[in-house]
C-alpha cells in the first residue's frame, strides 16, 4: 500500500515537500514513481527512484527525489513551484525495466494522490 501526503495550496514560487508512505518490507525492492495529473490532461511522469538510489526525472520538471528505506518513504521536494505545477499527485511502485522508468504501464501499485494547488 501507498499513502501520499503533503499536497497543499501555496504560492508561486513556494515550496512543498511531498511523502509517499509505503508498507510492507517488500517496498524496499521497488521503484517508486511519481506522477501527476492535471484536469483534462494525461497523468504524466515526475520523478522516480530505484531501490538502489538512481533517480530520474524530465528535463522539464526541477524536483528532488529521495527515499529513506528505513521509514519505507519517497519524498518530493518541490521548490519553485509555478500554476502550472497545479495538480493531483500519485505515487506509485512498481520494478520498470531499464528505460521504462517513465511509463505508467510499469508500476503496479498507486496511493490515493494528493493535490497540489499553486496560485499566481
Known amino acids: 500500500q501507498l499513502q501520499a501526503s503533503g499536497g497543499g495550496l501555496v504560492q508561486a514560487g513556494g515550496s512543498l515537500r511531498l511523502s509517499c508512505a509505503t508498507s510492507?518490507?517488500?517496498?524496499?525492492?521497488?521503484?517508486i514513481g511519481w506522477f501527476r495529473q492535471a484536469p483534462g490532461t494525461e497523468r504524466e511522469f515526475v520523478a522516480a527512484?530505484?531501490?538502489?538510489?538512481s533517480t530520474y526525472q524530465p528535463d522539464s520538471v526541477k524536483f528532488t527525489i529521495s527515499r529513506d528505506n528505513a521509514k519505507n518513504t519517497v519524498y518530493l521536494q518541490m521548490n519553485s513551484l509555478k500554476p502550472e505545477d497545479t495538480a493531483v499527485y500519485y505515487c506509485?511502485?512498481?520494478?520498470?525495466?531499464?528505460?521504462?522508468?517513465?511509463?505508467?504501464?510499469?508500476?503496479?501499485?498507486w496511493g490515493q494522490g494528493t493535490l497540489v494547488t499553486v496560485s499566481s
Open positions: 527512484i530505484r531501490s538502489g538510489g
Open positions: 510492507g518490507r517488500t517496498f524496499r525492492t521497488y521503484t
Open positions: 506509485a511502485a512498481g520494478s520498470p525495466a531499464l528505460g521504462r522508468v517513465r511509463m505508467k504501464s510499469e508500476y503496479d501499485y
